[in-house]
């Protein structure tokens, strides 16, 4: 190779002696066609790579976007972060907590004119201010996780740490952080919206609403189911929308639309059916303040000692094991309709049903049965047996809810039985505690993990 440079070279060299970055990484100017995607980077070179190839796009770029377009990107990222703060996401690894992190950021680089720059919005402010802000204690932490997903890269950094942020006419002047790889990650975060969204009309959504047509149309018919013909008729078209219902939850969601429609549709078919034979038969009903049985459903918490539902049959002492553990907890069914209302761990959206527990959770088989789901009782049993101490296994059914605790004792006793554990299971369980009280646990995605390729056979409805 001729060590002779050109009079080009030469002239294209800086102050210092050395070749400007887009003449060392020729090949990072490639981006402009590729696909920019979400990845974990691991290491500092992974990291200082993707700092270089964003900042060097956007300044080969500089000035192509106007203001409006500028600032559409702005509003596309704004709306798509503050989705995933809200809900989460089931679909990718990372947290709800740093979900909202990257949210509360943007929302502070806000600035306009910043967003058409070359170096992107800039965050100049100190650490004091993020952590009010984030209402953590260490913000350098946050800011890692942050860089480590390349939602952030550095820009001018000082040695001293310290970052400044400045507003110019020609755009931003400071040092500290870059919120530049926003612009590239634009159509994957709204990708990982759209694949969020689908779930949570799939799984969450529309069978609310089909759950909801289908009780209201039961209640109707419930009084003539047994003497009408066109009510026994109903009420079986009904029983096979129910059962489509909880197969498709795992298909299409057209078909899972389908479904809803003819649920609004047979219920609309029986009140008018109801309506004009009350209007045929001319006899009025006295109204009653006594509430009927098939309407309100009467809720009792209380369980014989000899359900079973909770463990395995055929142990000796179950039953006195199970009294026991009714004795000691004791929370409100409430509690955890409040928790799982919002689907906060993402166990919904999931798919997960617990038919499959014995799938994905294979160490707890013949041991306790769990195919119809926790009943109260069932994680201070489930926790005795991975060894997790009686006060832990009740904190964390109140802080998670019933079904969510549940699915972490199943996590820490598969842990555990894999010998994946480096401590116990006792403080593996209660670090699940504390990220459940950070926001930063995502069943959701453990259970897609853990699930892998293999889907169990489709429940049917019972």
């Given at each position: ?228 013909e066109w009510a026994r008729s109903a009420w079986s078209t009904l029983n096979e929308i129910c059962k489509r219902r909880d197969n ?199 259970l897609f993990g853990r699930r892998g390729n293999s889907e169990p056979t489709p429940v049917t409805s019972h």
């Amino acid at each position: 190779m001729s060590v002779a440079q050109s009079p080009a070279d030469q002239k294209r060299r800086t102050p210092e002696g050395g070749l400007p970055l887009g003449d060392l990484l020729p090949e990072m100017q490639l981006a402009a066609d590729s696909s920019w995607q979400i990845t974990k980077l691991s290491t500092a070179a992974d990291r200082a790579r993707w700092a270089a190839s964003v900042l060097l796009y956007l300044r080969s770029n500089a000035g192509e976007d106007s203001a409006n377009e500028a600032k559409s990107v702005r509003d596309r990222i704004l709306k798509a972060s503050r989705y995933l703060a809200s809900r989460g996401s089931v679909t990718h690894p990372i947290s709800k907590a740093l979900w909202v992190k990257l949210y509360e950021l943007t929302k502070l680089c806000a600035y306009e004119p910043d967003w058409s720059s070359a170096s992107g919005p800039l965050m100049g402010a100190s650490n004091k201010t993020l952590e009010d802000r984030w209402n953590v204690t260490n913000a350098r932490r946050s800011l890692r996780d942050l860089a480590q997903w390349g939602f952030i890269v550095p820009f001018c950094p000082k040695g001293n740490g310290h970052r400044s942020y400045k507003k110019t006419k020609q755009g931003p002047v400071g040092a500290g952080w870059s919120l530049a790889p926003l612009r590239l990650l634009v159509d994957a975060l709204e990708a990982i919206v759209d694949r969020e969204e689908n779930l949570r009309l799939l799984r969450v959504d529309i069978p609310e609403r089909i759950t909801s047509a289908a009780r209201a149309t039961r209640a109707l018919l419930n009084p003539f189911k047994d003497s009408e013909e066109w009510a026994r008729s109903a009420w079986s078209t009904l029983n096979e929308i129910c059962k489509r219902r909880d197969n498709a939850k795992k298909g299409a969601l057209a078909t899972l639309q389908d479904c809803l429609d003819e649920a609004i549709t047979l219920l609309s078919y029986v009140e008018n059916t109801l309506i004009k034979c009350s209007a045929d038969s001319g006899s009025g009903m006295k109204a009653s303040t006594t509430p009927d049985a098939w309407v309100h459903h009467q809720y009792n918490d209380s369980i014989r000692e000899s359900d079973g539902n909770g463990l395995a049959q055929g142990d000796s002492g179950q039953g006195s094991v199970l009294t026991s553990a009714l004795r000691k907890v004791h929370v409100s069914p409430e509690v955890f309709q409040d928790i799982q209302a919002s689907d906060p761990f993402g166990v919904t959206r999931s798919g997960f049903v617990w038919s499959e527990a014995p799938h994905l959770f294979p160490f707890h088989t013949g041991l306790i049965d769990l195919k119809r789901g926790p009943i109260r009782g069932t994680v201070d049993v489930l926790a005795r047996i991975i060894g997790v101490s009686t006060v832990t296994a009740c904190l964390a059914e109140r802080r998670l809810g019933r079904e969510a605790a549940t699915i972490c004792l199943l996590m820490t006793g598969q842990h555990s039985s894999d010998g994946l554990i480096k401590k116990t299971p006792e403080a593996y369980l209660r670090g699940l505690i504390r990220k459940a009280v950070a926001g930063e646990l995502n069943i959701g995605h453990t259970l897609f993990g853990r699930r892998g390729n293999s889907e169990p056979t489709p429940v049917t409805s019972h």
